[in-house]
């Protein structure tokens, strides 16, 4: 069993930055790959970036590519997502999740692939 619990949302101004945070508890953190979907209201959850179980590799949503990275330090059973350059389309309710199996190698997109989810942390971004 693994908790993943974010933090980080907030209110911002379009154009600003906000950087949330996934911390992981229950097993090696190192071993799994984590990814981050959001959801906006009357909106089905979407892909927004993942990280690979090294952190060698990263895969992002077309709609975040060059404003959202993904990071992690397994020293702090952290992953992490960077938002800058936000929108109001990016007004959503953001969750990370981990696949129950260590050294998952997969597309990373869809939420199935998912096993462990957060309780997510809101994010609002203002016109």
């Known amino acids: 069993q693994v908790q993943l619990v974010e933090s980080g949302g907030g209110l911002v101004q379009a154009g600003g930055s906000l950087r949330l945070s996934c911390a992981a508890s229950?097993?090696?953190?190192?071993?799994?790959?984590v990814g981050w979907f959001r959801q906006a209201p009357g909106k089905e959850r979407e892909f927004v970036a993942a990280?690979?179980?090294?952190?060698?590799?990263?895969y992002y949503a077309d709609s975040v590519k060059g404003r959202l990275t993904i990071s992690r330090d397994n020293a702090k059973n952290t992953v992490y997502l960077q938002m800058n350059s936000l929108k109001p389309e990016d007004t959503a309710v953001y969750y990370c999740?981990?696949?129950?199996?260590?050294?998952?190698?997969?597309?990373?997109?869809?939420?199935?692939?998912?096993?462990?989810w957060g309780q997510g942390t809101q994010v609002t971004v203002s016109s």
């Open positions: 999740a981990a696949p129950a199996m260590a050294y998952y190698s997969g597309s990373y997109n869809s939420d199935v692939e998912y096993d462990y």
């Open positions: 229950g097993r090696t953190f190192s071993s799994y790959a």
């Open positions: 990280i690979s179980w090294t952190g060698e590799s990263t």
